[in-house]
């Protein structure tokens, strides 16, 4: 979503990070580059001036870490800064009520009703009850899509009856909740290509009659830099407690996201990415800052393994491979040993490009089997004799069985680890015969897979 300003400001941000020292001249040229690629992101200018500014005024009154160089140091200044643009921390709905209500606002096409289904479908996956009010009264077909939606996620619905005021079908709806012991109201009120007074009259008469916890605008990212008055008049006129920036999946430039939150001082709490009901994604600030300063890239995965390692063992490792011009099990312990001290494989993975959007669930999940798998692996090596890990050929049937019962394996893992062990040895000495110096670090093994066999 934020693409075209993270292509930019990436650039950017890699010609700091290789500054050791970083002179007035550095700061300034960073900044001029970080302002235009913000403005040219459609963040409002304001904004992107008050957001300079800060980082600015940071910059030159903290004090250089010295475990960081001031390239790095700068970056985590515009880190913090957009994060704390961005509203700072992850923010959900309010739903301690019971029932909770929310009621939702926006333009027509903003994606009200589509993100009320959205919300629906998610709440009721949390073992929810939900209600959806249709309040847009004019359209009969706005009514229906509710509809539809309510069926497809089994929400309930309140529809409006002939001649029904909107705050009328409001109050009805609640009542109905409460009667109902139903857990959220959603109320999907009707939109104008622009804000109007009879809108706002509508908005504000529903609101009053319900007085819901929740009261949402449903912005169109697509609108780019109009977003930033929308968001104003509204939240003048209704009092926002929460943004939704819908159509984020789309070629929108992002920009109007920083700017609504400053500008209304409300947090965005979804995203919108795709027409599916399942394409609601959660916003968090700190990982959007990262993902737009492109610090979930390849080069910081790398600084971190390469701090990490152990240099010594490393080297170690190395002296021992040219040496004997061989690898064995032993080394590929140390070198899993390190790679675990490396600590939380969550945070690594964090800074995987792509990883950040990858459902939670799925993340944990292959998480969790990455770090059984080197459990295992270890438990395997260190159920071996110091000879069989460093000669694995001897490692024949009955000795396989004695290894995988001590280790609580089976047999099959640690034929997978000889097998994976086998071909990382095979392509270390292809490097050598290539006669390519051995990378520090992760590749030092000649590409061997960080975790053994599958
Ligand atoms: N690509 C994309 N389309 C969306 C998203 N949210 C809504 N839409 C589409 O935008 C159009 C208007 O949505 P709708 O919910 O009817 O808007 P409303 O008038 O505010 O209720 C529909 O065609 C939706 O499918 C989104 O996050 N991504
Ligand atoms: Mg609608």
């Known amino acids: 979503m934020f693409d075209r300003l993270s292509n930019r400001l990436q650039t950017v941000f890699r010609n700091l990070r ?115 009010a249709a309040c847009d009264i004019r359209r009969p077909a706005a009514v229906e899509q509710l509809e539809v939606l309510a069926g497809q996620t089994g929400a309930g619905i309140i529809k409006p009856e002939p001649g029904e005021s909107v705050p009328d079908l409001g109050r009805r709806a609640l009542h109905h909740a409460r009667e109902n012991y139903y857990d959220i109201v959603v109320y999907d009120t009707g939109g104008r290509f622009q804000i109007d007074e009879e809108l706002v009259a509508e908005l504000t008469a529903l609101r009053n009659a319900v007085e819901p916890q929740n009261v949402i605008l449903v912005l169109d990212a697509a609108i780019g830099q109009e977003s930033v008055s929308v968001a104003k008049t509204f939240h003048e006129a209704v009092g926002l407690t929460g943004l939704v920036m819908t159509k984020l999946d789309g070629d929108a430039r992002g920009g109007a996201a920083l700017s609504v939150v400053s500008v209304t001082g409300c947090p965005i709490l979804l995203t919108g990415v795709g027409e599916r009901a399942e394409d609601l994604e959660p916003f968090h600030p700190d990982r959007m800052a990262s993902r737009i300063l492109g610090m979930g890239d390849v080069i910081s995965l790398v600084e971190k393994v390469q701090e990490s390692i152990d240099a010594d063992e490393a080297v170690r490792i190395q002296e021992k491979f040219k040496a004997k011009g061989e690898l064995d099990l032993e080394d590929f312990l140390a070198q899993m040993k390190q790679i675990r001290r490396m600590g939380s494989m969550g945070k690594l993975l964090e800074l995987i490009p792509g990883m950040g959007s990858i459902a939670e669930n799925v993340r944990n999940k292959m998480l969790g089997e990455g770090e059984v798998r080197a459990k295992k692996t270890e438990a395997m090596i260190q159920s071996m004799t110091p000879r069989e890990r460093r000669h694995p050929d001897i490692i024949n049937a009955s000795r396989r069985r004695r290894i995988a019962k001590g280790s609580g394996c089976e047999v099959s893992d640690l034929n997978e680890l000889l097998r994976g062990f086998k071909q990382a040895k095979q392509m270390a000495k292809r490097m050598k015969q290539m006669g390519r110096k051995m990378p520090r670090g992760f590749g030092g093994l000649g590409g061997m897979p960080p975790f053994g066999p599958r």
């Open 18 to 132: 290789g500054q050791g020292t970083l002179t007035e001249k550095n700061i300034q040229d960073a900044l001029r580059e970080v302002r235009l690629a913000l403005l040219e992101a459609d963040v409002h200018y304001a904004t992107a001036k008050a957001f300079i500014d800060r980082v600015k005024e940071k910059s030159l009154g903290t004090e250089v870490l010295s475990s960081l160089t001031p390239g790095q140091q700068l970056i985590k200044i515009f880190h913090d800064e957009l994060t704390a643009l961005l509203g700072g921390e992850h923010r959900e709905f309010d739903l301690r009520a019971i029932p909770s209500q929310v009621m939702m606002l926006g333009l027509h096409g903003s994606g009200k009703t589509t993100t009320s289904g959205k919300l629906a479908r998610l709440w009721k996956k949390q073992g929810k009850k939900v209600l959806l």
